[in-house]
Nanobody, 128 residues
C-alpha cells in the first residue's frame, strides 16, 4: 500500500509559476513509476506528465510540453511538477499517481487504470 499527498497548489496570474509536490509513504517510493493528472470542472481527467521509477525517462502531454517539468527525489520520497508560463486552461485539480507496474509511460498515460494509487488532489488556478 502506498499513500500519496499533493501540496503546492494555489492562485496565480497567467504567465506565473507554481511547483507542486507529491509526498509518498508506505511501500518503497523508488520502485514506482509516477505521474501527474488533472481534472477541470465538467471535464474528464487528463494526463499531464509521467516519470519512470529512476527519473531517467519522462513523458508529457502536448498541452504542457515545454512549460511543465516533472521530477522526483527518491531520497525524499517526493515527486514534483514545476509549472511555468501558466495559462487559464491549466486551471484544474491536480492529482499525483503511482503504479507498481512496469508499463511504458506512453501506455500508462493513455490507460489511467494502470495507476494503482492516487492522491487527494490540489487546486491550481491561473487567472487572466
Amino acid at each position: 500500500q502506498v499513500q500519496l499527498v499533493e501540496s503546492g497548489g494555489g492562485l496565480v496570474q497567467a504567465g506565473g509559476s507554481l511547483r507542486l509536490s507529491c509526498a509518498a509513504s508506505g511501500r518503497t517510493f523508488s520502485s514506482y513509476p509516477m505521474g501527474w493528472f488533472r481534472q477541470a470542472p465538467g471535464k474528464e481527467r487528463e494526463f499531464v506528465a509521467g516519470i519512470s521509477w529512476s527519473g531517467a525517462s519522462t513523458y508529457y502531454a502536448d498541452s504542457v510540453k515545454g512549460r511543465f517539468t516533472i521530477s522526483r527525489d527518491n531520497a525524499k520520497n517526493t515527486m514534483y511538477l514545476q509549472m511555468n508560463s501558466l495559462k487559464p486552461e491549466d486551471t484544474a485539480v491536480y492529482y499525483c499517481a503511482a503504479s507498481a507496474k512496469s508499463r511504458s509511460l506512453y501506455y500508462m498515460a493513455h490507460n489511467h487504470d494502470e495507476y494503482d494509487y492516487w492522491g487527494q488532489g490540489t487546486q491550481v488556478t491561473a487567472s487572466s
